[in-house]
Structure formats: C-alpha cells, structure tokens
C-alpha cells in the first residue's frame, strides 16, 4: 500500500458538511456501512503542481445501486476514481470501502472500466481468461465463466477472435466481461460508453444494470445525462473537485440545488 494511503489514525468521525442538508443523501445505516460496497471518505485532498485537484470533506454512497458521478470537464472525477480505487494516493485524508481502509485487499475486489478499453493482444476468450488465471482459478472453471460472461455480453460467438478485430462496442463489451468475470463487489466506470452508437450503450447499460441488481455496487462516470436518468440511483455532482450535491436521482433531476449543477444540466458552462 503506498505510504500516503496509509492510514495513520482512526478514520474521523463523520462531520456535518457545509452544504445544506438538503443537498446530502441521508448517512448509512451501521449495516450499511459495512458492506463493501459502502465508500466513505472524509477529508480527502489531492494536489499537484500547487493546485487542490480534489477536496472533498465528507462523503457517504450507500453500499448497493447505481451512483452516478457528473460534473464538467475538469471536475476531478477521474482522479476521483482513481483514488478511491487506490490507483493514486490523496495528499491527505481517509478513504475505506465497507470500512476496511482502501488499498491493494479493496482493489482485488473492485473492477475499473475506462472509456477506451485496454484489452490483451490475443483472443477475445484469453482477455477473460487471464484476469481469471490471475484469481488462481481452475482451467476447468475459467472455460466455464469465460462461456459464461462472453454470453452474457453477446460475444461468444467471437470468443476465438483477436480482441483487436472487434468493433468499438463490441471492445467495450469484452472490457465489461472481462470486469464483471472476477465478480467484482464495486464496478468503476469512467465513461465507459462514451463514443457507443445507441444500440451499445443500452446494451452496456442493461449489463451493469444486472450487475447492479446482482449486488454489486456501481459508479459511473458520464456526461451523458439520458444514461444518468435512467440508471442513477443517486448522482453525486462534482465541481472544481468538490462535491456540489449528493442526492437521490429522483431529487436531483427535478432541481439541482447547486448552481454549478444547474448549469451543467441547462449546459450553461460555469467558469
Ligand atoms: N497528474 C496531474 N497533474 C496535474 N494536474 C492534473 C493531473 N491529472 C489531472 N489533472 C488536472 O485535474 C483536473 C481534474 O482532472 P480529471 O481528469 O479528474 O477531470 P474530469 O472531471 O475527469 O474531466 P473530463 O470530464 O474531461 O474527463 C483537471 O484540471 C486536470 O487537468
Ligand atoms: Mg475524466
């Protein structure tokens, strides 16, 4: 674990924001908050090159469902995710899934999805195969999950194919596979349909909604606002690196109470 993401101390007790409590999603139940799919952070920093890229003091996202993370170009949220992937350490601050801090044992449990897939020079059916391999699993069980999962993304009829043959969607697909065959307890997506026609991003989107009604935890990056209404649970809304509101979707899409979040959904850009 890298020496900053070290926990130094007990993790603070959660501390009422700034913001109005209207803006916030109610906290955790205690059962809640153990699962592992319950992100907590508080006090968290990020700085380079004498800027705070990310400050968040406080923030909770339940266990289960579908988050989805919004704001402009150049919000914070992909370091957002990076850090509570633990793939970049904070400057400063707390971050623990279920309550067990964040680090290399949280990360073998989580899978991260990024709008350009990065899959393996080989075979559609070897890029599942390898993250299984690496999971220590059987030969046996890794032909019957690889069959599994390229079925459940419509791919198993390319399984022998270079991954570098598919078409954007059909990458993208295979990237989805290739995270949901660990079965990950938290799937990050980074913008993880952004350059899809139509037809492939509602096939993405009906996998992670399984996935979500399987149990796993998901956040979703997306400037795509139709995506986010129709699988927002919740949406938390970033801003120069802040979060500007956290609510339940319902709420927030009848009226952001943030004016950067009013802005981005009128497309108003917000200097
Ligand atoms: N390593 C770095 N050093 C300095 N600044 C960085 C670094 N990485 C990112 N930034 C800056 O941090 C800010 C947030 O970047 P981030 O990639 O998280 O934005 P984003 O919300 O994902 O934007 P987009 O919607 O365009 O993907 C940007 O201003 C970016 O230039
Ligand atoms: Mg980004």
Redesign the pocket.
């Given at each position: 674990m890298p020496e900053s993401l070290r926990p130094r101390s007990a993790p603070p007790a959660a501390e009422p924001s700034a913001a109005p409590p209207a803006a916030r999603l109610p906290e955790p139940s205690p059962r809640d908050r153990a699962r592992p799919g319950a992100l907590r952070v508080e006090g968290l920093a990020l700085d380079?090159?004498g800027?705070r890229?990310?400050d968040i003091d406080h923030l909770a996202l339940p266990a289960g469902g579908v988050t989805m993370v919004m704001?402009?170009?150049?919000?914070?949220?992909?370091?957002?995710l990076r850090l509570i992937h633990g793939l970049i350490a904070p400057s400063h601050g707390w971050i623990s899934w279920g309550e067990v801090p964040c680090g290399p044992a949280t990360r073998a449990t989580q899978a991260l999805v990024f709008q350009k897939p990065v899959l393996l020079r080989r075979s559609v059916a070897a890029n599942v195969d390898f993250v299984l391999k690496a999971r220590g699993l059987s030969r046996a069980a890794r032909r019957e999950r690889c069959a599994e999962m390229l079925a459940r993304v419509g791919l198993e009829a390319h399984a022998r194919q270079p991954a570098r043959l598919l078409s954007g969607g059909e990458q993208q697909r295979l990237a989805l596979a290739r995270a949901l065959a660990i079965r990950p307890q938290v799937l990050l997506l980074?913008?993880a349909t952004a350059s899809l026609d139509p037809a492939s991003v509602l096939a993405i989107e009906r996998i992670v909604t399984e996935a979500a009604e399987a149990g796993t935890k998901v956040i979703f990056?997306t400037?795509d606002i139709g995506q986010a209404r129709r699988l927002a649970d919740d949406v938390a809304f970033?801003h120069r690196?802040r979060i500007a509101e956290h609510r339940p979707a319902a709420q927030f899409f009848l009226g952001p109470q943030s004016e950067s979040a009013l802005a981005y959904l009128e497309g108003r850009i917000l200097l």
């Open positions: 380079a090159q800027r890229l990310v704001g402009q170009n150049g919000a914070g949220k992909s370091l957002f980074d913008e990056i400037h970033l690196g």
